[in-house]
């Protein structure tokens, strides 16, 4: 196992920007950058031993500061939505930003992924990667309360990526992380996912309403078009999904201690095959619905469905649910969530 570290470029404040880049087995690799503590290159062998690109990003540091729909980014203090850009918490009503429609989406306007981390490298005998910190200040995008974050990234001797994520508050706030690839197993830029298989394991999905906010009911996938139970390939039942997958998939009543299977991603076509596991109680699936020709990586188009995010999270709009699992972390207590992502080709 081996990481190198180089510079990746300037944010508009001047401040120096480093990528990691982490060697893992079979000539697979992962390069992570500290601005955004964002994943910007997951190379993965396929079943002949051809190592590809699998995630959507850009060679530069350009792409990443500038409007772009989250590639590879840390996604925070809340990932997802939050209706009307509203909750109450301890009786104060708190806003924030509505920066998707009339909700607000992803942490706001300069949520995590647009904050530069510092970021440390961590090697042990198996695995090597790096740790990222972030202060959120009281009061940052309207959350309350200092949010100290880290986040490591470990790459291990069997390429498992493990996602480790802690948070502390100095103010009780709502916290809702989860990373936000987009996966393309064929490789990044070579066309739609609509032939990936994929299982879910989840018996029930939130349905939302138009802006997509989930009206609350946890609903039975049984044999429609969100049941993953079983291996389904995604373009069989897509006509039957308005819009496209842009869906929370319950995979438990509350987070769990340690991670628990969620779902597999296979690509018939390489052979490559990433295993997903989490302690959050959701999973979003969503294809790319809005993916528009963004021009990424090696001058690859990025087209709508051209790759898809498995996001392991809180349920979306928690704190205005209160049958959801709550989201609010309390000062003296620490967040925790740990995601495994599992590569193979066979
Ligand atoms: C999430 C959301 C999508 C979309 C993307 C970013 O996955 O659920 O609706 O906003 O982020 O484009």
Redesign the pocket.
């Known amino acids: 196992m081996n990481i190198e570290k180089e510079y990746f470029g300037q944010t508009r404040d001047g401040e120096s920007v480093h990528r990691y880049l982490v060697e893992g087995s079979r000539g697979a690799s992962v390069a992570l950058i500290d601005f955004g503590a964002i994943v910007q290159s997951v190379r993965m062998p396929d079943r002949d031993g051809r190592v590809d690109e699998i995630s959507l990003g850009f060679d530069s540091l350009r792409g990443y500061l500038d409007e772009h729909?989250?590639f590879g980014a840390t996604v925070g203090r809340y990932a997802?939505?939050i209706a009307n850009g509203r909750f109450e918490l301890g009786g104060q009503t708190f806003t924030l930003a509505s920066n998707?429609g009339p909700n607000h989406?992803?942490g706001g306007v300069r949520g995590f992924d647009k904050a530069l981390w510092s970021g440390s490298p961590v090697q042990t005998e198996t695995e090597c990667g790096v740790r990222f910190k972030l202060t959120s200040p009281d009061g940052e995008e309207g959350y309350p309360g200092e949010l100290q974050v880290s986040v490591l990234y470990m790459l291990d001797v069997e390429n498992r990526l493990t996602i480790s994520y802690e948070a502390n508050t100095s103010r009780p706030t709502p916290v809702n992380l989860t990373n936000?690839t987009y996966w393309n197993l064929s490789g990044a830029g070579s066309g739609e996912i609509l032939g990936h298989q994929l299982s879910i394991v989840a018996d029930r999905y939130l349905p939302v309403d138009e802006s997509?906010i989930p009206t609350g009911e946890l609903a039975f996938v049984e044999g429609g078009a969100m049941d993953f139970r079983n291996p389904l390939e995604i373009g069989s039942r897509f006509d039957s999904v308005e819009g496209g997958y842009?869906h929370c998939f319950v995979l438990g009543d509350s987070a769990s201690e340690t991670p628990r299977p969620a779902a597999i991603l296979r690509d018939p076509a390489s052979g490559r095959l990433m295993r997903v596991s989490t302690t959050e109680p959701g999973i979003?699936l969503?294809t790319g619905?809005?993916l528009d020709g963004t021009k990424g990586a090696g001058g690859k188009i990025f087209g709508r469905l051209g790759a898809l995010?498995l996001?392991a999270q809180h349920f979306p709009d928690s704190p205005n649910q209160e049958s959801f699992p709550s989201t609010v972390l309390s000062p003296g207590d620490t967040y925790r969530q740990v995601t495994i992502h599992e590569f193979s080709a066979a």
């Open positions: 729909p989250y997802n939505r998707n989406l992803h936000h997509l842009d979003q969503y619905n809005f995010c996001e």
